[in-house]
């Protein structure tokens, strides 16, 4: 597979990277038949790089004080192998190169030296078995290396010197080497052979797990790692895998004997030995820093664990150089603690070296030190109150990362023999310790831990662990997720930061406070097609200079939007908002029409985000986003065993709690967009804080939360009286304002009916030609019931919609501007006591005749009279206001009788008397 296409290679191969003059294109290599595959990155006159393919090779490792001296031992071994030296008696054509891989070891006079070559494809698939136990198959996954090719003579130190000028050479041009213990020499001719040979020095530069802890601990923007020449492409680097289903069993006939060295090296006693490569182990000197993953799949816990792990070390000090193994604890789930909805299996990560033998765990992420998740109570029981320090363990190779079900195959072999031995070990989970840098390709060691279980308890409540090992829908998925460096790389852009990498295209993200300019388009409309373009050709006008600054602006990205669903089959309606750059956040261009509003979202923005590709095209909404809307779902849902929640009405409305994001400009086919889902815990702490004092004293009073963006000029100040528990009294302040009407049964009834004439009005439509500007808050609905015997009486056309809107504290020395509009009219009120419930997010109709039917039973049983049988509805949220984020209280007006001394509580105008006497006549 091709990963960068040849032109943008050459492209990148500026200043003295070329393709053409250089030492790769004019280098005549001595491989023939079968070679190993790869593609040519860039490369220089010193220097290439290359990406060669996953592969399976064979390897054996010698040590001696003699490069040349390995190679013949290591070389003889591997001839063997191919002659027939295996289980099958099955030949072999060699393949070039033969890899010799070096480790330096200062201060040491020996090397070790892994002599290796690739295995042919016809038997790649089932490659035969090594009769010989020091020559092991290994599955080298695909890699990058810088390449130096030097043809003259090379036994002896020159192999080594050519790699130490090497290393210079790429230290020189700036080339940052994560791990310079290891080098190849790729040999095209033995390197005994006394004449001229053809070959190379390899440096490994970068494979997909070393990118990837890149990716997640935001190293990549330094360039740690990329190859010089490719940094200047910000196109993520794309990795392909061997289907696992190729990969055979790597097991181990025989263990190396030296696998750590050094001080940091974890200490142990051996207890007992089952066999050649199975050990009773107690650790004697064994520290490690744990991390639970937030996730139900190996590859995307793996990869969640870089950055707390890091962070861990450096709040412990901890240097990355005493760290020997990185272990990581599969654990299966136990249904009766965390529930059957959730993950197959927990995984717990660790970085493990010499220590106080205590295992000492990071118990999730946190936020400002605050955790952010649970521990799932299966992994809080694992070992009880104890630390377990003895374990059983099986060697294995390969690259643990790219091979899981050769930790399926050990695993299962590990505990089956354990069983038939009549061992005690703690079966529910397994451990995996991988002990070599990815430098080292190939003879790797890695090992699978079970617990021992010294006291062989009960085991009836553990569950029996199952040996496949979850993988996300991505680890062999070809198609990355989508990249939007490119498309947003401006300063134009809605910034999100990253608070969390749950894996498989799912994070948990953050925005500050923003402002946004929105429409929602009007009915009509019968497909979401059709109603995203009427809520888009409001925002074009607006950003193309309709505005009263006759502003023109560039759009931002993304484009925000959520269908709003309909029963009737032409109802849809689609809400679009577009963020505003930094440079109109203090002073928007005002809109023209009430069609565009200014919406500001005070809190900061927690959502749960996943990319695709796709558009808002009708189909797409309809058919694929719910696609991705329920695998998202199905995600968050696993999920909830570590406390990821969000709200249940997702799943239920499908679409007007779900964000959708495109960065691309509109009438694209196709497009770069994300999904969000509200963060459920920080719209719970929102909510709860917008609900009711804490205190039932009436003594004790306070007003009712306003958004940050309500200023006291804008909004009324409504205190509340007295807390009963199920509802409150508040008072309403004097206040001057305007009103409309509409009948229920007439055709257009929603809200924006009767906002439109109330922002013409507050725009100069009115007879004093007054451009009042925004109107203050809370905005009232009053909606007229009908009651008989205490329960509603349905009256079709009767019943009436009647939405207040205060005016501007600076009106309350001035006459009220006469409206135009035959609907409106004027109001003037000295204050009034209403009894109030709070409802959160959506709301309709029928919650408004369900509270008000329970207020009213819950007023008679406290002998509390009301004035007159109409609800009133008022919020304090703008229009546009996430329908999640929206508070709504719901309410009756208190019957002036019951206040004690108390003056009237409303001074109508007179055309307002008029219009409440027509109601009550009617």
Not at 795 to 814: Q, S
Request: overall charge negative; proline content about 6%.
């Amino acid at each position: 597979m091709v990963f960068y296409k040849k032109t943008t290679c050459q492209q990148l191969c500026l200043e003295s990277f070329h393709v053409d003059d250089s030492v790769e294109a004019n280098r005549p290599l001595s491989c023939h038949g079968e070679c190993p595959e790869y593609e040519l990155l860039c490369s220089s006159p010193e220097y290439a790089v290359r990406r060669y393919k996953s592969g399976l090779w064979v390897s054996t490792s010698v040590r001696s004080p003699s490069i040349t001296k390995a190679n013949l031992i290591g070389g003889q071994r591997l001839y063997r192998y191919l002659k027939g030296d295996n289980h099958e008696k099955i030949r072999m054509a060699p393949i070039t190169p033969l890899v010799l891989q070096v480790r330096m070891s200062p201060g040491d006079t020996t090397r070790e030296v892994t002599v290796s070559m690739m295995i042919p494809k016809d038997v790649a698939s089932n490659p035969p078995k090594p009769t010989d136990p020091k020559v092991v198959i290994d599955l080298v996954p695909e890699t990058i290396v810088y390449v130096k090719s030097f043809p003259r003579q090379s036994a002896g130190f020159v192999p080594e010197r050519e790699a130490g000028k090497f290393l210079q050479t790429l230290a020189d041009r700036e080339e940052l080497i994560e791990h310079e213990s290891y080098f190849h020499i790729a040999q095209y001719d033995s390197l005994s052979s006394g004449r001229e040979s053809q070959n190379e020095i390899w440096i490994f530069a970068i494979n997909e797990v070393t990118y990837r802890m890149l990716q997640v601990t935001n190293g990549l923007g330094s360039g740690r790692g990329i190859p010089r020449c490719l940094r200047r492409d910000n196109m993520p680097l794309r990795w392909s895998k061997m289907n696992p289903a190729n990969v055979p069993v790597l097991t181990r006939d025989r263990c190396p004997l030296s696998f750590c060295q050094g001080s940091h090296c974890p200490k142990y006693e051996i207890l007992e030995r089952v066999g050649d490569t199975i050990e009773k182990r107690h650790y004697t000197d064994l520290q490690a820093i744990g991390y639970v993953a937030t996730s139900c799949q190996y590859d995307t816990a793996v990869d969640q664990s870089y950055m707390p792990l890091w962070q861990r070390m450096n709040d412990t000090g901890i240097s990355p150089a005493d760290v020997q193994a990185f272990v990581t604890t599969i654990v299966q789930s136990r249904k009766d603690l965390d529930g059957k909805k959730g993950c197959e299996k927990f995984f717990v990560l660790y970085y493990a070296m010499s220590g106080t033998a205590k295992v000492s765990s990071v118990v999730t992420a946190s936020d400002n030190g605050r955790p952010m998740f649970k521990i799932p109570k299966t992994i809080q029981t694992l070992h009880g109150p104890k630390d377990v320090t003895t374990f059983y363990t099986k060697c294995f190779g390969g690259n643990v990362f790219y091979d899981p079900h050769s930790i399926s195959d050990n695993g299962k072999l590990l505990l089956d023999t354990m069983k038939n031995a009549g061992k005690c070990v703690l079966g529910d989970h397994i451990s995996i310790a991988e002990y070599d840098p990815q430098s080292r390709l190939f003879d790797r060691y890695n090992e699978i831990m079970v617990d021992s279980d010294e006291t062989c308890g009960d085991h009836v409540d553990r569950p029996v662990f199952s040996y496949d090992i979850p993988l996300s829908s991505s680890y062999l998925d070809l198609m990355e997720v989508p990249d939007v460096t490119e498309l947003c790389n401006t300063t134009d852009c809605a910034r999100f930061s990253v608070k969390m990498m749950f894996g498989d295209n799912l994070r948990l993200v953050s925005q500050d406070p923003a402002k946004f300019v929105c429409t929602e388009s009007t009915p009509p409309s019968c497909t979401y097609y059709e109603a995203y373009h009427k809520a888009l050709h409001p925002i074009l006008s607006y950003i193309n200079g309709k505005n009263k600054d006759g502003i023109r602006m560039n759009m931002t990205k993304p484009l925000f939007g959520h269908v709003v669903p309909s029963d009737k089959p032409c109802g849809k309606s689609f809400v679009l908002c577009m963020y505003l750059s930094e440079k109109y956040f203090n002073s928007p261009p005002q809109p023209l029409t009430d069609s565009v509003r200014i919406s500001y979202d005070e809190n900061e923005f927690v959502a749960y985000e996943k990319s695709f590709v796709g558009n808002f095209e009708s189909a797409l909404i309809d058919v694929r986003v719910r696609e991705r809307i329920d695998e998202m779902l199905v995600q968050l849902d696993g999920l909830e065993p570590f406390g990821v929640k969000y709200n249940p009405k997702v799943a239920q409305l499908a679409f007007p709690l779900v964000w959708l994001a495109a960065y691309s400009d509109p009438g694209k086919e196709e497009t770069v967009m994300k999904m969000f889902v509200r963060d459920d815990q920080n719209i719970k702490n929102k909510t709860q804080r917008q609900v009711t004092p804490s205190s039932n004293d009436s003594s004790a009073e306070g007003h009712l939360p306003t958004p940050t963006s309500c200023h006291s000029q804008e909004c009324l100040p409504v205190r509340v009286v007295k807390d009963y528990g199920k509802f409150l009294e508040v008072y309403f302040p004097k206040v001057k304002g305007v009103y409309t009407q509409q009948n229920v049964c007439e055709s257009g009834t929603s809200g924006r009916l009767l906002l439109q004439p109330i922002h013409r009005y507050f725009q100069g439509y009115n007879k004093d030609r007054d451009e009042i500007g925004e109107f203050s808050y809370p905005v009232s609905l009053r909606y007229r019931l009908f009651f008989e015997h205490g329960e509603e009486v349905e009256n079709g056309c009767n019943a009436v919609y009647e939405m207040n809107v205060a005016l501007p504290a600076r009106y309350a020395d001035r006459d009220i501007p006469e409206p135009i509009a035959e609907k409106m009219k004027t109001f003037e009120r000295n204050g009034t006591y209403m009894y109030v419930v709070p409802v959160s997010g959506i709301y309709s109709l029928e919650t408004i005749k369900d509270k008000t039917y329970h207020l009213l039973v819950d007023l008679t049983q406290e002998n509390l009279a009301i004035e007159r049988y109409y609800s009133v509805i008022f919020t304090y949220d703008p229009p546009f206001t996430d329908i999640e984020d929206r508070m709504t209280y719901i309410g009756l007006v208190k019957d002036p009788q019951n206040e004690d001394g108390s003056d009237s509580q409303e001074v109508a105008t007179s055309k307002e008397k008029e219009q409440v006497t027509q109601q009550e006549d009617e």
